[in-house]
């Protein structure tokens, strides 16, 4: 069981938009920054989103972050077929001094 | 270019020790603290370990605390983590992941893989 909690798949055709939740609580999203990471299985995580909605260098905008309270949503626009993946998010714990992931939420797009 | 390389993966019996390392380029590797990720067969990414840039601070998860060991040896560019007492539930790919701003792991190596059995 994670301690952030995310759906465990999404769908949505090829050009819409899709959203993915990732709910904490107070000692962990509530009061530290949330990350977002995409994985293929066999290869290295990839960092998506940090800080909530920054988006690193050579990320396209179609990928954005928000957070509310002991949430995070991650949101991808104009889908594509190679953003089929799972995704992450992530974040500190301050009462378990540890960091924390959500399950993992696998996207198709059909 | 950022790179990180781990290696030391493999099969080993339960009760077990192996010692995995982490190979960093591109980057200077003393100014950044570094984290140790795995993922189980069919499971999502379990944070293990993480050490500051001067090793001085240390962190672990509570499935792992007191079996898995983590150090940095920056002189040679290179992180460790040092497996002792392995079970079954410990076979996952192990990754190594840099850690930007004490707050996200930025940059991410391929991964190696412990198999526990017998």
């Known amino acids: 069981q994670s301690v952030l909690t995310q759906p465990p798949s999404v769908s949505a055709a090829p050009g819409q938009k899709v959203t993915i939740s990732c709910s904490g609580s107070s ?19 990839k960092l998506l989103i940090y800080d909530n909605d920054e988006r690193p260098s050579g990320i396209p905008d179609r990928f954005s972050g928000s957070k509310s309270g002991t949430s995070a949503t991650l949101g ?29 939420t696998k996207l198709t797009v059909l | ?64 605390k007191g079996r898995f060991t983590i150090s940095r040896d920056n002189s040679k560019n290179t992180l460790y983590l040092q497996m002792n007492s392995l079970r079954a539930e410990d076979t996952a790919v192990y990754y190594c992941a840099k850690i930007l701003r004490n707050k996200y792991m930025d940059v991410w190596g391929k991964g190696t893989t412990v198999t526990v059995s017998s």
């Open chain 1, 27 to 45: 000692s962990n999203i509530g009061n530290n920054y949330v990350s977002w990471y995409q994985h293929l299985p066999g290869t290295a995580p």
């Open chain 2, 1 to 64: 270019e950022v790179q990180l390389l781990e290696s030391g993966g493999g099969l080993v019996q339960p009760g077990g020790s192996l010692r995995l390392s982490c190979a960093a380029s591109g980057f200077t590797f003393s100014g950044y603290a570094m984290s140790w990720v795995r993922q189980a067969p069919g499971k999502g990414l379990e944070w293990v370990s993480a050490i500051t840039s001067s090793g001085g601070t240390i962190y672990y998860a509570g499935s792992v």
């Open chain 1, 76 to 104: 991808i626009t104009g889908l594509q077929t190679g953003d089929e993946a799972d995704y992450y998010c992530g974040t500190w714990d301050n009462s378990l001094s540890a960091v924390v992931f959500g399950g993992g």
